[in-house]
């Protein structure tokens, strides 16, 4: 689809506010396209007034400038991915694209409700972005089409890039708050900031060369540790440190007490984009962090050693399908569908200790599904594990080692001076 397709239309423009929304919407709206700028209010961290958007977005030329708030559905999508331990690749927590889905899925409704078929978006052509906010639309509503600047060719020859971008917005006297000088480029809501681009993308730069904003880094955080307790019930947080939460509540909260100890800001990872290319970037997810080790915990007390092996493989599987923007297919639905057996046997009290970025056990109670048993651990002479059946056991597994030699299927310089 070209700008052509849509001269004389209505379309809705997903809007951060940023240089790219305000570039992309005066542009639409010179070529003879009539914006409507919606953006989700997702908690952003970098926005100190959220109402900012609608005016840098109404000065940019949208007749109408929406502001949709999704932060409660954010946080409870963070729920599912806590219980899933969701991070792709093993780092990555999905901040960014988690928040895709919840954001797309509330554009068109309110793009429903405007009569538009068409949303436009700013994301590139060599990034994730493009590919959740395409998926997305076409499994929520296949009669919207989806309109991406950064792959029209009249929209890249006349931007370059963010210089090209900068100078056409302040010959309009758009205020924009980018500047030719930011080392970096930043997206952000209330799971976390993703920061890209820029001096980061050459690995010869630390990961502490960021601007932290959802806390310090480790070696900044206080010198003293701090107690963090968390109940979960079926999978959900509901009380930190002694006071009732709901989802939104719990991470907002996990953010505060995690940033300010150095947990989850920093994170670096050179990780595989769906388009095929390598990616660096540096993470900040603090209450994620922070709340994904105390889910980790339960979860080894609670699963014994074939469902963990299933579950590590669910847990992967799901975090690849956020990741390259399949969350609201068959295959999710049936991972999610999957775990749900876990989240409802995931109750108890856990504590841990938080120390510059570390986070250490302290204490878990109340683990209604607790496998462990101290008793049965124990290697006094307590509980009903009595030693010597091992003996029969060991026989048992015996036969088959010594059937792998008698094969010859032992590594024979393994057996030089024993034959």
Same mark, same amino acid.
């Given at each position: 689809?070209?700008?052509?397709?849509?001269?004389?239309?209505?379309?809705?423009?997903?809007?951060?506010?940023?240089?790219?929304?305000?570039?992309?919407?005066?542009?639409?709206?010179?070529?003879?396209?009539?914006?409507?700028?919606?953006?989700?209010?997702?908690?952003?961290?970098?926005?100190?007034?959220?109402?900012?958007?609608?005016?840098?977005?109404?000065?940019?030329?949208?007749?109408?400038?929406?502001?949709?708030?999704?932060?409660?559905?954010?946080?409870?999508?963070?729920?599912?991915?806590?219980?899933?331990?969701?991070?792709?690749?093993?780092?990555?927590?999905?901040?960014?694209?988690?928040?895709?889905?919840?954001?797309?899925?509330?554009?068109?409704?309110?793009?429903?409700?405007?009569?538009?078929?068409?949303?436009?978006?700013?994301?590139?052509?060599?990034?994730?972005?493009?590919?959740?906010?395409?998926?997305?639309?076409?499994?929520?509503?296949?009669?919207?089409?989806?309109?991406?600047?950064?792959?029209?060719?009249?929209?890249?020859?006349?931007?370059?890039?963010?210089?090209?971008?900068?100078?056409?917005?302040?010959?309009?006297?758009?205020?924009?708050?980018?500047?030719?000088?930011?080392?970096? @480029?930043?997206?952000?809501? $209330? /799971? *976390?900031?993703?920061? &890209?681009?820029?001096?980061?993308?050459? !690995? #010869?730069?630390? %990961?502490?060369?960021?601007?932290?904003?959802?806390?310090?880094?480790?070696?900044?955080?206080?010198?003293?540790?701090?107690?963090?307790?968390?109940?979960?019930?079926?999978?959900?947080?509901?009380?930190?440190?002694?006071?009732?939460?709901?989802?939104?509540?719990?991470?907002?909260?996990?953010?505060?007490?995690?940033?300010?100890?150095?947990?989850?800001?920093?994170?670096?990872?050179?990780?595989?984009?769906?388009?095929?290319?390598?990616?660096?970037?540096?993470?900040? @997810?603090?209450?994620?962090? $922070? /709340? *994904?080790?105390?889910? &980790?915990?339960?979860?080894?007390?609670? !699963? #014994?050693?074939? %469902?963990?092996?299933?579950?590590?493989?669910?847990?992967?599987?799901?975090?690849?399908?956020?990741?390259?923007?399949?969350?609201?297919?068959?295959?999710?639905?049936?991972?999610?569908?999957?775990?749900?057996?876990?989240?409802?046997?995931?109750?108890?009290?856990?504590?841990?200790?938080?120390?510059?970025?570390?986070?250490?056990?302290?204490?878990?109670?109340?683990?209604?599904?607790?496998?462990?048993?101290?008793?049965?651990?124990?290697?006094?002479?307590?509980?009903?594990?009595?030693?010597?059946?091992?003996? *029969?056991?060991?026989?048992?597994?015996?036969?088959?080692?010594?059937?792998?030699?008698? %094969?010859?299927?032992?590594?024979?310089?393994?057996?030089?001076?024993?034959?």
């Amino acid at each position: 689809m070209t700008v052509n397709d849509i001269k004389g239309k209505t379309i809705g423009l997903a809007s951060s506010g940023g240089l790219d929304s305000c570039t992309i919407a005066r542009w639409l709206v010179e070529q003879d396209v009539k914006v409507l700028s919606i953006s989700a209010d997702i908690g952003q961290p970098d926005e100190k007034n959220i109402d900012d958007i609608k005016t840098r977005m109404l000065a940019a030329g949208a007749y109408d400038a929406i502001l949709v708030d999704l932060k409660e559905e954010l946080a409870e999508v963070a729920v599912t991915m806590l219980t899933a331990s969701a991070r792709y690749e093993g780092g990555y927590w999905n901040t960014t694209g988690i928040a895709r889905y919840v954001t797309t899925r509330g554009l068109l409704e309110e793009m429903k409700k405007h009569d538009i078929d068409v949303l436009a978006h700013g994301a590139t052509g060599r990034g994730n972005d493009q590919v959740r906010f395409h998926l997305a639309a076409a499994m929520l509503d296949p009669k919207v089409s989806v309109y991406a600047p950064w792959r029209d060719d009249a929209c890249l020859e006349q931007f370059g890039g963010r210089k090209e971008m900068i100078a056409y917005c302040q010959a309009r006297e758009i205020p924009i708050t980018a500047t030719q000088d930011k080392p970096y @480029s930043t997206d952000a809501n $209330l /799971l *976390g900031l993703t920061h &890209e681009a820029g001096k980061l993308e050459y !690995l #010869d730069v630390a %990961a502490d060369e960021i601007d932290p904003g959802m806390g310090v880094f480790p070696k900044d955080a206080p010198d003293k540790d701090e107690l963090f307790t968390v109940r979960i019930e079926k999978g959900r947080p509901v009380e930190i440190n002694g006071q009732s939460v709901d989802a939104l509540q719990a991470l907002l909260t996990a953010n505060e007490i995690g940033g300010r100890n150095g947990v989850g800001i920093g994170i670096h990872t050179v990780e595989n984009r769906f388009v095929g290319i390598k990616s660096r970037g540096v993470y900040e @997810s603090p209450g994620l962090s $922070l /709340l *994904g080790e105390c889910y &980790e915990l339960l979860l080894q007390q609670i !699963l #014994d050693r074939r %469902a963990r092996k299933l579950y590590d493989s669910l847990s992967c599987a799901l975090s690849e399908q956020i990741y390259q923007g399949y969350y609201y297919d068959l295959a999710s639905q049936m991972m999610r569908g999957s775990l749900q057996p876990v989240a409802d046997l995931l109750t108890g009290t856990v504590s841990v200790k938080l120390y510059k970025g570390n986070v250490t056990f302290a204490l878990s109670k109340g683990v209604t599904h607790s496998l462990y048993s101290e008793e049965t651990a124990s290697m006094e002479a307590i509980g009903d594990f009595d030693h010597r059946d091992s003996e *029969g056991f060991l026989q048992v597994l015996g036969v088959g080692s010594r059937a792998n030699h008698t %094969a010859g299927q032992i590594e024979m310089s393994l057996l030089k001076g024993l034959i």
